[in-house]
């Protein structure tokens, strides 16, 4: 009886179309307005990991980096897990 | 001071061509003088839709060549007095014209007329370099669809860095029941990806393709249908008045939408 209830009333909200239609769209449109090329983030990516590994260990595999966006301003959003600080 | 306004999208198909001939006919009801630019050189439709098409005798690249006076290429509307068309040359491509000849021939028009409406081919090209050259506003034209969302940012973009700084969004083929099925980008879906000021909802309608077969624009019917209101509203707001925009959400409550509704958010 829940589950049917459920189905009636709840909002599919995370994987409707629409979603995917708009994570999608927030994506690209960040890229697009960068007007960056796939090499270039690479290359920044790199040497921004470099640069921090100098002075604390990361955790290299599950670091992100991405283009985010958010009212009309892109910004570089990295998240940058530390395993310890170097001496 | 006339206002010169282009209407664009990026993307082709997304109905810039039947906005821009139901804005123009709406603004010249409302009392204004306009003056419609079909810029879109070598694909013309904008006479086609006008219901002007029979009426073509020289176009805009006339003009330029010096072939005719620019007054002698205006198209007037019998059904409207105040409304004249630019046409497009069909047979020359989009190279034969420059953006100082564009932007010329739109100072000459904006001496005689309140607005002066460029209708922008599709694409980031030539075509539509000239067709923003001479504007001070922009309307961008989009679907719920992300290939549209997406050509309508890079557009924004680009108008922005031709310091073209006033733009507001149409969002086009809207369709209630899709959004409310969540299987369709809202309006504010969009305005949250493009973040500039919207202008104009425009639901799908079989009536937009009526209309355009008999060459009338939605905004002239003596009973205006939905998309026609939605339409002229947009012209309304051109001119400066508070419009609410029309609810075409309302449509959809239906008895099990109202309850969902009862049972999901809390009681005030």
Redesign the interface.
Known sequence: MMTILNRLFKRNSSNSSRESAKKRLKLIISHDRTGLNEETIEAMRQEILEVVARYVELDVDSAEFNLDNDEGMTSIVANLPIRRVKE | MSRIIVITSGKGGVGKTTTTANIGSALARSGKSVAVIDADFGLRNLDLLLGLENRVVYTAIDVINGECRLEQALVKDKRQPRLVLLPAAQSRGKESITREQMKEIVTRLSAKFDYVIIDSPAGIEMGFQNAIAPASEALIVTTP??AA??DA??VI?LLEANSINNIKLIVNRVKPEM?KA?????VD?IL??L?IPLIGIIPDNQKVILSSNRGEPLVLDEKLSTPGVTLKNIARRLNGEDVPFVDLMASQENF?NRL?RW??EPSR
């Open positions: 669809e992300v969302v997406r940012d890079r973009g959004i969540d299987e369709m980008m809202s879906d949250e990806i973040a099990l969902r049972f999901t």
